[in-house]
């Protein structure tokens, strides 16, 4: 009886140039994330720059939503990289509870997101790429939950892929934002200003990865070359 042959997609991404910018996106989401908590949990500090504090009164005055919001992604990202791992994919029943739990999570995250979307601090144009990039991760992952119960893995992964890639554009942002703040005395931009900006360069840049990957490197759902 003959053997299938595993297809590249069924392991995590070999090349560094795949891996590392993927953890380094997770470890400056995970930083951000917790940034956000401690901003809203604890007293304001009084030697953050003027920006910066600005931001952090903006997100407390919807803090229920925004820690909604920001501690299952924290989850999210913290598990993340154990759905690549070797090791974890190997045992099935662990790797299926991995799964499950970012499902769950990603699915939070996307209904949030659209609550704090009504508040943006970029105006229309961040609400606007919120929008669009929360109602794609949503889809995907909707996409990714019917072919994981359905066990059709080979789509699963797919379209989980395609999820992480647009969730991973809030961590793309940072080093935009970043960007700004530092030149904002030049500049003069606000924050109300460049966020939507970040927003749309950020998460088009880790959407746009997502997709390349998908098309260069992995099959497609029915196993024939990409």
């Known amino acids: 009886m003959p053997t299938s042959t595993p297809t590249r997609f069924s392991n995590p991404p070999a090349s560094a140039l795949i891996w590392t910018p ?13 940034r956000r908590i401690a901003a809203l949990v ?31 992604a924290l989850a999210f990202i913290l598990i993340l990289p154990a759905w690549f791992s070797r090791r974890i994919r190997a045992n099935t029943a662990l790797h299926r509870r991995v799964t499950i739990a970012l499902l769950v999570l990603g ?10 979307s009504t508040t943006p601090v970029g105006g229309i144009t961040e609400q606007s790429a919120t929008l669009l990039y929360d109602f794609i991760f949503l889809f995907s992952l909707t996409r990714a939950a019917a072919a994981f119960f359905s066990n059709n ?5 797919l379209w ?34 460049f966020f939507g900006i970040a927003f ?15 098309r260069y490197r992995a099959p497609n759902p029915e196993g024939a070359p990409s």
Not at 42 to 67: V, W
Not at 165 to 190: E, Y
């Open 42 to 72: 604890l007293p304001p500090s009084a030697t953050a720059p003027p920006q910066l504090q600005a931001l952090d009164i903006a997100f407390a005055a919807s803090k229920a939503r925004t820690l909604a919001h920001v501690v299952p």
């Open 107 to 116: 699915a939070i995250i996307g209904v949030t997101a659209l609550s704090l």
């Open 200 to 214: 749309w360069i950020g998460f088009t840049s880790t959407f746009l990865a997502g997709e390349l990957y998908l």
């Open 153 to 157: 893995q080979q789509t699963h992964r």
């Open 160 to 193: 989980m892929t395609r999820a992480i890639a647009v969730l991973l554009g809030i961590a793309a942002t940072r080093p935009v934002m970043g960007v700004f703040f530092a030149t904002a005395s030049r500049t003069h931009l606000t924050p109300h200003q």
């Open 22 to 34: 993927f953890l380094i996106l997770c470890l400056i989401a995970a930083a951000a994330a917790l």
